[in-house]
């Protein structure tokens, strides 16, 4: 089923801090971070079956120039995306194992792409381009089954999202969504994700892969790497607190970095469990 997630990351102190802030400041509302199946298990008397959701985030992501060795130079684009879903076990009330998932999310951006550039002594340097605005919008119907110790699920993305952005290399792809657990979600388990995080970039990326915990609080932490569409994979770590017995507030946060540009994703929101 699908996960609630969150991400912490470190930033350099650079110029991309100050404007990212003024950003997200205007991105404030209410959210959640899918990543974590949903807590509807089979033959559990405090399973839920309905859980909605709604996130929202903003951050950073290279288009990269690459050479015979490496990465050469990169231009840092911003962008941010919301999310929001609902999850129900079929039939409600009844420990089904089966649930449901619906989410509809849009990511936007205004990308800049790195061009070469040499000054009057030939030296290399590199340059943005002109900016173009992106949007990707998407529905995500899902299926999946879940229990106390394992969970699989599928679904379908509509519509085209940006596999990677670069100068070299700007395919759009129609695919599906997936996601695979094994462990008690009460206690410690392993999880892995495709097309899943909500928001879809900011929430983490178009996959990842980690080990989540559960405290004696009810605190949950998941720890893990995660890229898409980031050019480069970065570190996780995500946490979910409880406010009351059907309300959560999550938050996200991932870094990474390539050819000298952060690419970093912030998230937050709640999880209503009923």
């Not at 559990?44 to 903003?58: K, L, W």
Request: with cysteine; aromatic share 14%.
């Amino acid at each position: 089923m699908s996960k609630f997630i969150t991400e912490k990351f470190r930033l350099r102190a650079d110029n991309f801090l100050p404007k990212f802030l003024r950003r997200l400041k205007h991105a404030v509302g209410f959210g959640v971070i899918l990543v974590l199946p949903v807590g509807i298990y089979q033959n559990d008397p405090e399973s839920t079956s309905v859980v909605v959701t709604g996130h929202i985030g903003a951050g950073q992501y290279a288009s990269v120039i690459r050479g015979c060795n490496g990465p050469i130079g990169a231009t840092k684009n911003d962008f941010n995306d919301y999310a929001v879903g609902i999850h129900v076990a079929v039939p409600p009330r009844a420990n089904s194992p089966v649930v449901i998932g619906f989410r509809y999310g849009e990511w936007r951006s205004d990308y800049r792409y790195p061009i070469r550039a040499y000054d009057e002594y030939n030296n290399r340097y590199i340059i943005p381009s002109e900016p173009s605005t992106i949007r990707f919008h998407y529905v995500n119907p899902s299926i999946s089954y879940e229990n106390r110790m394992v969970g699989i699920g599928f679904g379908y993305i509509t519509g085209k999202r940006p596999e990677k952005l670069s100068p070299d290399e700007n395919s759009l792809v129609a695919d599906g969504s997936f996601h695979a657990r094994i462990g008690d979600m009460r206690r410690a388990y392993f999880i892995t994700s495709f097309n899943e995080n909500t928001p879809l970039v900011s929430g983490g990326g178009y996959y990842d892969i980690g080990l989540g915990f559960v405290t004696r609080q009810n605190l949950t932490i998941y720890v893990g790497v995660g890229g898409g569409i980031y050019d480069s994979p970065g570190f996780m770590l995500q946490s979910q607190i409880p406010l009351d017995k059907h309300l959560h507030i999550s938050g996200a946060f991932r870094y990474g970095r390539v050819a000298g540009v952060g690419e970093v994703g912030f998230a937050g929101g709640l999880i209503g469990r009923f």
